[in-house]
């Protein structure tokens, strides 16, 4: 029916072609939906692919070298807290403690009273500083242990539970290093599939080519290459009598 046909414009040939039943203009219509939908599918493609060399220019380097930086950083740490001793003592202000008791309440003293922005060293575990800090946003005394990596310690409100928590920080470094060194992999991982999929050329290339081909091919063969062939939708004008008998004569 004429409605299947496209809106945008309809050529004489075509007109022709339903008038007679040419089998060609079916599989001309057929074959242009199926054209335009691989354009879009290759489009997509090299859209997915453009995104995948912008992250492997930036995103993905940038974190691998950051991760790379981190491994680095935790690696000593954890080298420099098991050369520590293995019972419990923490130096705050100067003063080393051998009771988690004790050196909780040292560290709430340090703590007490800061309520400017600043971090200030205030004692040592394990080979590592003891960092105290005020976070004017979260309204909130911190603590962090600060190696070559700087590590957050969440307190509580019972002193020696605090000195705990400090403590198994520091022993869990060895911990926290594997973790960034399999973020690290993972990345690593992320870049070599993205450099494979960026890669990989648009796998229905020779279809298109092929389809794309056989598209210009039944053009020629309906004359729909030509551009005085293309009658412009809502003209209102019509060929003379004379081409009509002509276009009619050729469908013989």
Same mark, same amino acid.
């Given at each position: 029916a004429a409605s299947d046909v496209d809106e945008t414009a309809l050529s004489y040939a075509e007109?022709?072609?339903?008038?007679?039943?040419?089998?060609?203009?079916?599989? $001309?219509?057929?074959?242009?939906?199926? /054209?335009? $939908?691989?354009?879009?599918?290759?489009?997509?493609?090299?859209?997915?692919r453009y995104e995948l060399e912008d992250r492997l220019r930036g995103e993905l380097p940038r974190r691998e070298e950051a991760l790379a930086r981190r491994v680095e950083a935790r690696e000593h740490d954890s080298g420099t807290v098991a050369a520590a001793p293995d019972a419990f003592e923490m130096e705050v202000m100067g003063t080393t403690y051998a009771s988690r008791a004790e050196a909780g309440a040292a560290i709430a003293a340090a703590l007490e009273g800061r309520e400017a922005e600043g971090r200030v060293?205030?004692?040592?575990? $394990?080979?590592?500083?003891?960092? /105290?800090?005020?976070?004017?946003?979260? $309204?909130?005394?911190?603590?962090?242990? /600060?190696g070559r990596d700087r590590y957050e310690v969440a307190l509580g409100d019972d002193p020696a539970g605090n000195a705990t928590r400090i403590e198994n920080a520091a022993r869990q470094i060895p911990q926290r290093a594997a973790e960034a060194q399999a973020a690290l992999e993972e990345v690593r991982g992320q870049i070599s599939a993205a450099r494979d999929e960026a890669a990989r050329p648009f796998p229905r290339e020779d279809e298109l080519r092929r389809k794309t081909a056989r598209l210009a091919e039944l053009d020629a063969a309906l004359d729909l290459d030509r551009p005085d062939n293309v009658v412009p939708p809502d003209s209102g004008q019509e060929r003379p009598v004379e081409k009509k008998r002509e276009l009619a004569a050729e469908a013989r």
């Open positions: 007109l022709k072609a339903l008038a007679t039943g040419n089998p060609l203009i079916k599989e $001309r219509m057929d074959l242009d939906v199926e /054209v335009s $939908r691989l354009k879009l599918l290759k489009a997509e493609h090299l859209s997915q060293s205030a004692g040592s575990i $394990r080979g590592l500083a003891i960092e /105290v800090s005020y976070d004017a946003v979260e $309204r909130a005394r911190k603590v962090a242990l /600060v």
